[in-house]
């Protein structure tokens, strides 16, 4: 069965055959590779902890009570208190199929334009400056450019952590064609790690920069004048106001970027969120989008500026208006006439005619009590939205929160009604990716217990708010023929989004589709190089830049992302044990300057205050991080651990004109805190499940294989716990009576544990320390399990004897051939090798997916380092 990845915006095809899930050679977005995400899916596939039932306020009950509950809340807001005090707040995660009908319902039926999408957290900016520039949201390039391009940038892009497949087809060409590679990003990340060329440029500083690059490209006369004469507006203000700006990075690394960029005309700017999530965002695009402009870079092969979407489906979201500033098939607000349209052929009542709330300010709504009924599916605010405390206390506040997800999150723990969804594998769509290719997401395995998919919920709430015949689709199939005749409607081509040739697919075809671009027809997938633009007299528009004079600030800058192997809040990635060898808890990444103005190393715990919370981290010294700017990823949450939720740091501050969120500039000072002891716990997961966070310090919590959870305590108060091995085991964790346990306490050296056996098998061991020295291995104790424990020899569990104190087999860092890190240094040091091939024909690391070629790189340097 052919389907997509449910993970990054680069759309790749799989196969889920009888020997689990291959790439798809013949899906053009990646001709058979995967990354590690795509490569480990299958072992996501595990029903375990699904949700499986509808609840109310925590009691399972049936698909039609909840649905008749939620239903009546909704209709009675909107009847006391009119259209606008209900809302959707949905996923670039759902099927073009789920969104379409979400916001038929919403905008169509109910009459309000309350529905936004994650996707405003990293679409909204190029959404905006797309629509600026082009008169219409449209990428201009295809993935094949990557493949043509002399010169590629990327820009605020972890490509090969978050884009990884198409990352490595620019490795390939520079290969094949000697393609430079730029990246321009603050920290020295793991794509800059493999570029020709890293700019550390300072938070914020790529507006400047590109607009310094318009003046230099005019300045040695780069410029198109043809084009920039027959197809485009604005030229000469948004020069001279590119006149004004300083580059703002080192002048020798200007001066060689600027060469190449003068003398490149195959030239991409890929960007994705550390452009899109700033304060000056859609601005920072328009400067992008004015060098591509100005040179005639645009729509050619190998020359384009390049949006790269987050989620699987950002793009579909797009299309059908998920965003509350939007209506569907790229129709807009500021326009009547397609508001006109939109009602006729929607044969809608109340069609909304202003748009709805953005995501951000949607959540300030529920709290301050305009929104009395909300429903969330497929993203969780709770955790991923900036200021998560307020959005918890907005959720704890509004009077009806519908949830629908595939498993527990800390939105469903907020929810009164939670709704169990179908999810990946077991839902029928499709998904639009980065480049315009629609491709079918494919249902292969049934969804466990009473779950069902978005769309069929929605259409079950329309029909019980009256509007039956609106909603009456059988299945996915017929949603999307409905879409794509939306998008031919009246569409004499003012609207380059128009699937005219799939309105009538039969039901066979679509579920045979192969993937196809968007707009259906060309040989040639790019747009706009023509020169010809969706606005009203078909010229682009440049848009004036000016950078905002930088402000001093005693404050550290605050850069959150991602990591290679995790997804966003974790609810899939986070059980997989293998994905967890990676990173496997939160830390706060930080320039040794910083490091030493604060007195941090390495493993140091290290308070991290911003005028919304504290959250303590462990501190990772990294010569990488730009001085004066940290970064802590966004995946952990409240489930694992106390360093959970970075986003109770990040303040609301968005781009004013796309309401996207500055997740990568917030504002944090940094305190050591002295740990006082440490402790280690290894068990079963029902054993492990309560952790005492009054005493517990900082913990967190990893899955290992074997249902085992780990768990790791430092505390920063003395332990005040009792005085043995189980009194501390209860004050850390809650623990149920009765339970076969052997303890050992050291008074004198602090030293406690606790061994809990049942039927002389070991259930958990937990071990107490001032040191870490003086505590097992997370292996040592791994060994003991799965081994029985007669009477007598129960003992030595925690005397020692039972753990030979196992070398650390230290973090994995190939996961394709679980190829630790320990062992790559060692071939690197005794086989001198010096380059990433040679360490991959000796331990075979690298030469899977290809996802930790970059860090490669980086064993090699510092191995090398330390040779000299
Ligand atoms: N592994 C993995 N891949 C993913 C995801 C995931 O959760 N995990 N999520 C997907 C989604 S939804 C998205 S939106 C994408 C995001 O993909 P990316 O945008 O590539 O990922 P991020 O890590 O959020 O941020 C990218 C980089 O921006 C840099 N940055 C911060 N501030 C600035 C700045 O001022 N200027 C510049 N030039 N750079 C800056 C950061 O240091 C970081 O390295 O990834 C998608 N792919
Ligand atoms: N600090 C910081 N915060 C960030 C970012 C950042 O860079 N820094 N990035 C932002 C960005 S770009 C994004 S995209 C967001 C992502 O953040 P979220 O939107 O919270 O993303 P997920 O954790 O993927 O949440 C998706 C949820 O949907 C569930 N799910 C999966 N499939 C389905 C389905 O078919 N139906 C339903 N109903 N549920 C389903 C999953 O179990 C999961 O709980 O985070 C944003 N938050
Ligand atoms: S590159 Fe993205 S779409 Fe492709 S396998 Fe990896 S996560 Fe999935
Ligand atoms: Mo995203």
Not at 378 to 396: D, F, Y
Request: aromatic share 6%; net charge neutral.
């Amino acid at each position: 069965m052919n389907t997509t990845c449910p993970y990054c915006g680069v759309g790749c095809g799989l196969i889920a055959g009888p020997d689990g899930l291959v790439g798809d050679e013949a899906h053009p977005a990646n001709r058979g590779r995967l990354c590690v995400k795509g490569a480990t899916l299958g072992l996501t596939l595990d029903d375990r902890d699904r949700l499986t039932q509808p609840s109310i306020g925590g009691r399972d009950t049936t698909w039609a009570e909840a649905l008749d509950l939620a239903a009546v809340r909704f209709a009675e807001a909107i009847s006391r208190h009119g259209p606008d005090s209900v809302a959707f707040y949905v996923s670039g995660q759902f099927l073009t199929e789920d969104y379409y009908v979400a916001n038929k319902l919403m905008k169509g039926f109910i009459g309000s334009g309350n529905i936004d999408t994650n996707s405003r957290l990293c679409m909204a900016s190029p959404v905006a400056a797309h629509i600026r520039a082009f008169g219409e949201d449209l990428v201009p390039g295809i993935y094949d450019d990557f493949d043509q391009a002399d010169l590629i940038l990327f820009t605020g892009s972890n490509a090969a952590w978050c884009h990884p497949v198409l990352f490595q087809r620019a490795l390939r060409a520079r290969e094949a064609r000697g393609t430079r590679i730029v990246v321009i990003d603050p920290r020295r990340s793991a794509t800059a790690e493999l570029a020709d060329l890293h700019i550390p440029i300072a938070p914020g500083g790529d507006l400047a920069l590109f607009a310094a690059l318009l003046a230099v490209c005019a300045e040695r006369g780069m410029l198109d004048h043809r084009f920039i004469r027959e197809h485009t507006s604005g030229f000469d203000a948004a020069l001279s106001a590119a006149r004004t700006a300083g580059h703002g990075i080192d002048d020798a690394l200007f001066a060689t970027l600027a060469e190449w960029v003068v003398a490149t005309p195959r030239m991409i700017t890929a960007f994705s969120q550390g452009v899109n999530q700033s304060a000056i965002a859609t601005d920072t695009i328009s400067a992008i989008i004015n060098l591509h402009l100005a040179t005639g870079r645009i729509g050619k092969p190998g020359a384009c500026p390049f949006s790269l979407t987050g989620q699987p489906n950002a793009m579909g979201g797009r299309e059908v208006g998920g965003l509350a500033n939007q209506l569907a098939a790229h129709l807009g607000f500021d326009d009547p006439s397609h508001h006109d349209q939109l009602a006729r052929f929607w044969n809608a009542p109340h069609l909304a005619r202003h748009p709805g709330l953005k995501a951000v300010d949607l959540f300030d709504a529920v709290h301050d009590g305009r929104i009395k009924a909300l429903w969330i599916a497929g993203t969780n605010p709770a955790e991923s939205l900036p200021r998560s405390n307020h959005v918890r206390e907005a959720l704890a506040r509004c009077p009806t929160v519908v949830a629908a997800d595939c498993w527990a999150t800390a939105t469903t723990a907020r929810a009164h009604i939670v709704l169990p969804a179908a999810g990946w594998s077991e839902k029928d769509g499709t998904v639009t990716n980065s480049e315009r290719l629609i491709s079918r997401q494919r249902a292969f395995r049934s969804a466990p217990g009473e779950a069902k998919p978005d769309w069929w919920m929605f259409a079950e709430l329309g029909r019980r708010l009256g509007h039956g015949p609106a909603f009456d689709f059988p299945n996915p199939a017929s949603i999307f023929r409905e879409h794509a005749a939306l998008s031919a409607f009246e569409n004499a081509g003012e609207r380059v989004f128009n699937l005219a040739a799939l309105t009538n697919i039969p039901d066979e075809d679509y579920d045979a589709l192969r993937p196809l671009h968007w707009p259906i027809g060309p040989a040639d997938h790019r747009l706009l190089g023509d020169g010809r633009f969706s606005t009203g007299d078909q010229r682009a528009r440049f848009v004036p830049t000016i950078a905002p004079a930088s402000e001093a600030t005693p404050m550290m800058t605050l850069n959150t992302g991602r990591l290679r192997d995790q997804w966003h809040t974790m609810t899939r990635t986070g059980r997989v044990p293998e994905l967890m060898a990676h990173r496997s808890h939160a830390a706060l990444e930080i320039a040794p300057e910083d490091a030493a103005a604060s007195g941090l190393a390495s493993g140091d715990l290290v308070a991290v205050t911003s005028n919304h919370g504290t959250i303590t981290l462990t501190a990772v010294v990294d010569p990488g991080q730009r001085r004066g700017s940290a970064f802590a990823a966004m995946h952990w949450t409240e489930g694992q651990g106390s360093a959970g939720t970075v986003n109770q740091l990040i303040g609301s501050t968005c781009d004013p004109a796309s309401g996207e969120p500055a997740y990568k500039h917030g504002q944090a000072s940094l305190r050591r805190i002295a740990a006082q002891w440490h402790g280690i716990a290894l068990g079963r997961a029902a054993l492990t499940g309560r952790v005492n966070t009054l005493h517990a310090g900082c913990w967190a919590r990893t899955p290992r294989a074997d249902g085992l959870m780990h768990l790791r305590f430092t505390g920063t108060a003395p332990l005040a716990l009792g005085a043995t091995g189980r009194a501390v085991a209860t004050a850390l964790l809650d623990l149920p009576e009765g339970l076969e346990s052997l303890d050992y306490a050291d008074l004198r050296r602090g030293v406690f544990r606790l061994a809990v056996l049942k039927r002389g098998t070991v259930q958990l061991l937990l071990h107490v320390a001032r040191d870490t020295a003086a505590l097992p291995t997370v292996e040592a104790l791994e060994a003991l399990f799965g081994q029985s424990w007669p009477e007598p020899d129960a003992g030595r569990l925690l005397i020692g004897l039972g753990a030979p104190r196992l070398s650390p087999a230290g973090r994995i860092v190939c996961v394709c051939h679980q190829v630790t890190e320990p062992a790559i240094r060692a071939a690197i040091a005794t086989g001198r090798l010096g380059t990433v091939e040679a360490i991959g024909l000796a331990t075979l690391a690298g030469t899977g997916c290809g996802s930790c070629v970059s860090e490669l790189k980086g064993l090699l340097r510092h191995e090398l380092v330390a040779a000299e």
